[in-house]
């Protein structure tokens, strides 16, 4: 099994900054790619950001130029600073993992995909 823990959600006013965390624990073997996504009220959940074991990062267009993805390999965690919020950055933000952990036959493992339970943003105007 494997824990996802966020942190860091909350209400800024417009044109604030939060710094979103999720760190991973439990039973696995490795950690590839890492992300964000969010969903607002009424909407279906999107990529926010994502970025590799090796840091190539991949962002929404919305959110370039504000939002910052990072990874701390030591820690299993996942960040995402956000400046320059704004109300449409309003959602339920989800931490996202991709994982390999191991099997019952010795030498083969499975991929596996983890979710966070989503800490909320609002921003105000």
């Known amino acids: 099994q494997v824990q996802l823990v966020e942190s860091g959600g909350g209400l800024v006013q417009a044109g604030g900054s939060l710094r979103l965390s999720c760190a991973a624990s439990?039973?696995?073997?490795?950690?590839?790619?890492m992300g964000w996504y969010r969903q607002a009220p009424g909407k279906q959940r999107d990529l926010v950001a994502t970025i590799s074991r090796v840091g190539h990062t991949n962002y929404t267009n919305s959110v370039k130029d504000r939002f910052t993805i990072s990874r701390d390999n030591a820690k299993n965690t996942v960040y995402l600073q956000m400046n320059s919020l704004n109300p449409e950055d309003t959602a339920v933000y989800y931490c996202?993992?991709?994982?390999?952990?191991?099997?019952?036959?010795?030498?083969?493992?499975?991929?596996?995909?983890?979710w966070g339970q989503g800490t909320l943003v609002t921003v105000s105007s």
């Open positions: 996202n993992v991709h994982t390999f952990q191991r099997t019952s036959i010795e030498g083969v493992f499975r991929a596996v995909e983890v």
């Open positions: 439990g039973s696995f073997v490795s950690i590839t790619d």
